[in-house]
């Protein structure tokens, strides 16, 4: 059963990834938001972590209560906004990263989009990042 269970999971990751495609001349974060999903970032490394946020700052985003990029740390994984707004994921957002495929249920549901903020800026065809 478990076996099945991964297929369908990569199969859906697949398709995923196939609905992300951005051009690699407007990668920008902003496109990331007009994604149809949840987008969470993952910036596995220091270097990545301040290009994310010189990126964020260009394009104007801010934390959501206003508070400028530079005066926090970044985290390894961030959450995009509509607004552009980001935000820290807490514990249980954390935990969707590494094991959901969508948050809500039903028909509220959306797609987890977890992109691999290296990858994106790299120009990698298949940014999506795969725990």
Do not use: W
Not at 29 to 35: E, I, N, Q, V, Y
Not at 38 to 66: H, L, S
Not at 91 to 113: K, N, R, S, W
């Amino acid at each position: 059963m478990s076996k099945l269970k991964n297929v369908n999971r990569e199969i859906k990751r697949a398709v995923q990834a196939r609905r992300c495609r951005i051009p690699r001349e407007d990668r920008t974060l902003t496109a990331l938001t007009k994604l149809n999903g949840r987008v969470y970032v993952y910036c596995g490394d220091r270097k990545t972590q301040q290009r994310f946020i010189e990126d964020a700052e260009n394009e104007y985003f801010r934390y959501g209560d206003g508070v400028s990029l530079r005066e926090r740390a970044p985290d390894s994984i961030m959450a995009l906004n509509q607004d552009r707004t980001i935000n820290f994921l807490g514990f249980v957002g954390t935990m969707a990263f590494h094991h959901a495929d969508h948050l809500g249920i039903g028909e509220d549901a959306i797609p987890l989009i977890r992109v691999d903020y290296r990858k994106y800026i790299a120009g990698y065809q298949d940014f999506i990042y795969r725990p």
